[in-house]
């Protein structure tokens, strides 16, 4: 176990620049993912109160769709749409 651990500390510092790179990735993704949650949840909530018969049904049938799909099927749904991408940090091709 301990060998294992080695490893890691002999590496550790080549490792640091593409932990930093991906953990700024990590942190705007998050960014964008709240971003556009905050955004549908709003317009969603607004719709559910609206005098509009048809905006208030379609609000509630997102909502409860939404409600009884986990959330594993929906992001494996997302990644098998968007297909897997490598992803392209900086300095590659």
Do not use: K
Request: aromatic fraction near 6%; glycine fraction near 8%.
């Amino acid at each position: 176990m301990i060998e294992f651990l080695a490893v890691y500390r002999r590496h550790f510092g080549e490792w640091v620049p593409e932990l930093l790179l991906a953990s700024v990735g990590t942190l705007q993704l998050m960014v964008l993912s709240f971003t556009l949650a905050s955004l549908i949840g709003l317009v969603v909530a607004l719709a559910r109160v609206s005098r509009s018969r048809l905006l208030r049904g379609v609000a509630v049938v997102y909502v409860e769709v939404a409600r009884g799909m986990p959330a594993l099927v929906i992001a494996l749904s997302r990644e098998r749409e968007l297909g897997s991408r490598p992803s392209r940090g900086p300095g590659r091709a």
